[in-house]
């Protein structure tokens, strides 16, 4: 019988998640998959194993857990309050999780997605060759209170590593190119766009975020004449308010509303990790760009593993030991330092 994760007691919104169903748009299924892709490759960095293995995603806040056989875990994404046993872990970093033990995850504390990673990865059955919760589309569901989970064969056995993020946090610059109806707003429209500061609205989920934001709505005299027409994750429409909405992974395939921009796809992490009232601001930059840009962040996911380094550095690793001061004094076994005359 293979390990199991048991969910104690589940958060709002945990879903196992992997990298999607890519190829089926044209029946009806966008891909899915986890709203921060960026985080499966650094649990897979952090355990030494495949990225496109599932992993639970867990939206604003996490749960408890307690596994019945030894598992290495690693957690990355929106950094959460985790204790084991209550004993307080590293976010960013790969642990043990002791048979029978507890594992604690609180809110979000920088980000709105975070992950937890075993070692072998969720082995549920695969539906039309994932793993991923499709929730809009009708594929599996939210995890619950007492579900347990079953656990692929661990090939791996390193824990206690860190992992330095890849910096997606806390809103910011998202950088866009030009979309279908992009030229279909006029230069003041689209110059007030780009010079807003735009937050992240509390209406977000999977599908897409909607823009908060002050004056007037964006809108183009084109909207009434477009057709509904392939949508793709990143692509900002413009609803009938005037606001915009940047879709994600779980976006329709379709739609009619214009659309001003769409968001690199390296970008596109930093929209989903924005907590409710973060500030983003719209950058446009040329296809040639946006290419270099994309091809830039790919490299990066497959270096990963440079940015790992163990939790405790071991001594026996550490080739200048000799040029650490690690004695500063000495004290004698015999002598009482609270004697009188006692050498100070």
């Excluded at 072998?120 to 939210?142: E, K, W």
């Excluded at 930093?270 to 983003?280: I, K, N, P, S």
Aim: charged share 20%; net charge negative; proline share 6%.
């Amino acid at each position: 019988m293979s390990p199991q994760l048991t969910i104690l007691q589940a958060g709002p919104a945990l879903s196992l998640q992997d990298f999607g169903r890519p190829g089926y748009r044209a029946e009806g299924l966008t891909q899915g998959g986890a709203a921060d892709p960026t985080a499966l490759y650094e649990g897979a960095a952090l355990l030494g194993q495949a990225p496109n293995l599932a992993a639970i995603e867990m939206a604003g806040s996490g749960g408890t857990f307690r596994a019945d056989s030894d598992l290495r875990i690693a957690l990355t994404g929106a950094e959460m309050a985790a204790k084991i046993e209550g004993e307080a872990i590293v976010w960013n970093a790969s642990h043990t999780l002791p048979a029978g033990a507890t594992l604690t995850i609180g809110g979000a504390r920088n980000g709105s997605y975070g992950y937890l990673h075993v070692g072998g990865g969720f082995d549920t059955a695969p539906v039309m060759g994932s793993r991923a919760a499709h929730l809009a589309g009708g594929i599996g569901t939210l995890l619950q209170s007492g579900e347990s989970l079953p656990i692929g064969p661990d090939k791996g056995h390193d824990t206690g590593m860190k992992i330095t993020p890849i910096d997606r946090f806390g809103g910011g610059r998202i950088r866009i190119v030009a979309s279908m109806q992009t030229a279909s707003f006029d230069a003041a429209t689209l110059d007030r766009f780009t010079a807003c500061a735009f937050h992240r609205d509390a209406r977000a989920n999977r599908m897409g975020v909607r823009l908060g934001f002050e004056g007037e709505g964006y809108s183009t005299d084109a909207a009434l004449s477009i057709v509904s027409e392939v949508v793709v994750p990143g692509d900002i429409q413009i609803s009938g308010d005037g606001a915009p909405y940047v879709l994600m992974y779980e976006c329709q395939t379709t739609g009619g509303y214009p659309r001003i921009g769409s968001v690199l796809p390296c970008d596109l992490p930093r929209v989903a990790q924005a907590q409710t009232g973060t500030d983003l601001h719209f950058e446009f930059v040329g296809m040639e760009e946006a290419a270099t840009l994309q091809a830039r962040h790919l490299n990066e996911l497959k270096t990963l593993k440079s940015r790992v380094s163990p939790l405790v550095r071991d001594p026996a690793r550490i080739r200048d030991l000799l040029s650490y001061q690690l004695i500063s004094g000495a004290i004698s076994a015999t002598s009482n330092p609270f004697e009188e005359g006692h050498p100070t």
